[in-house]
């Protein structure tokens, strides 16, 4: 049995974590740790339908986390990983951090974009990016995962077929995204939702959000090119969650929308999470609740664009279904096992 630790179990992100975590056949939980204010208390207070868990939320002590573990999901807030991770990795236990603290290859642009100090980057060229569509070998071998963002996972799975296969001019790449409103955690969620629902509105526009740079880090390795650079939108929709990104990309040439499918059925063959339409577009009914990314595309030819579709349940193929099946992979594990 592999023995869990998730630290940040009261956000969105830590409950799916213990949901998928408390089911999977070969794992253990050893601990759940959150803040102060829910030290001492029963997750079946916290989440009543938690009620077959006998499990208490600890105080936070890293030495005796080290003890009982093999592996520690960390669901926090960014710049607060960074302080934790290596005192886990120097101990031996494996991380799969699911904030931004060791997305980014290059230190400096995390700074940039995050506002804030590494204290750890020596850990950062240790870090798997954690996309098991295309790390899967690094990541069977890795002891720190960096978990991919929402917004990069629909993105990457929607482009990188076409990347991958030289049919589309990089210089041109525009992305409109819609996140449900689980992406901006528990506390803004409940507050749109006593003050806002059902509005619908864009938000960090204009090269503001945060995960523009790892976009452009994993499209630009994709590629073999040095500096890609997109235009994406980010849009809050009145849905608690579930993901929906539209990608336009310019073809380099003229090509028949059923070869483009072939592409991109082939790249995904052995991916047990990636679904490709053939017919029909996807829509986010069809993954929230699943770790699935189901991908649609088709060709607008009076402007030569390819337009893909990629949705995602944020929550999860966005964050703790990911997360699970990093872990899987990690200690040689179906991918699947726990995520069906």
Not at 102 to 108: A, T
Not at 137 to 154: E, F, M, Q, V, W
Not at 184 to 193: L, Q
Request: charged residues 20%; aromatic residues 10%.
């Amino acid at each position: 049995m592999i023995r869990v630790g998730i630290v940040g179990i009261t956000g969105y992100t830590g409950e799916e974590l213990l949901r998928i975590t408390s089911k999977h056949p070969n794992v253990i939980i050893t601990g759940l740790y959150a803040r102060k204010s829910f030290v001492g208390q029963s997750i079946k207070n916290i989440y009543p339908y938690f009620d077959h868990l006998n499990l208490i939320v600890e105080q936070f002590d890293s030495n005796k986390i080290i003890k009982k573990s093999d592996v520690i999901f960390l669901a926090l807030p960014h710049a607060v990983a960074f302080d934790l991770v290596p005192k886990f990795i120097d101990a031996g236990v494996k991380v799969i951090d699911l904030s931004a603290d060791f997305r980014l290859h290059n230190v400096d642009i995390y700074e940039t974009w995050y506002k804030v100090t590494h204290p750890s980057k020596e850990y950062i060229s240790k870090a798997i990016y954690g996309l098991s569509e295309i790390y899967s070998k690094d990541i069977k071998k890795a002891n720190l995962i960096a978990n991919p963002g929402c917004y990069p996972t629909s993105v990457i799975l929607g482009c990188a077929p076409a990347i991958i296969n030289n049919i589309v001019n990089l210089d041109d790449i525009l992305i409109d995204a819609k996140s449900g409103i689980s992406g901006a955690g528990r506390k803004n969620a409940k507050e749109f939702f006593q003050t806002e629902y059902p509005n619908f509105k864009a938000y960090k526009i204009a090269g503001r959000h945060r995960h523009i740079p790892e976009i452009e880090q994993e499209l630009s390795i994709l590629s073999n090119k040095t500096n890609i650079i997109i235009n994406f939108t980010p849009h809050i929709i009145p849905i608690e969650r579930g993901m929906f990104s539209t990608i336009y990309l310019k073809l380099k040439h003229n090509i028949k929308k059923n070869i483009i499918i072939d592409y991109y059925k082939n790249f995904y063959f052995n991916s047990s999470f990636v679904h490709i339409k053939d017919d029909v577009l996807p829509c986010t009914k069809n993954v929230v609740n699943t770790n699935l990314c189901e991908i649609g595309l088709d060709i607008d030819y009076r402007t030569n664009r390819l337009i893909i579709v990629s949705v995602i349940d944020n929550l999860l193929k966005g964050a703790a279904g990911q997360a699970v099946q990093n872990m899987n992979i990690m200690f040689n594990l179906q991918e699947t096992t726990g995520l069906l």
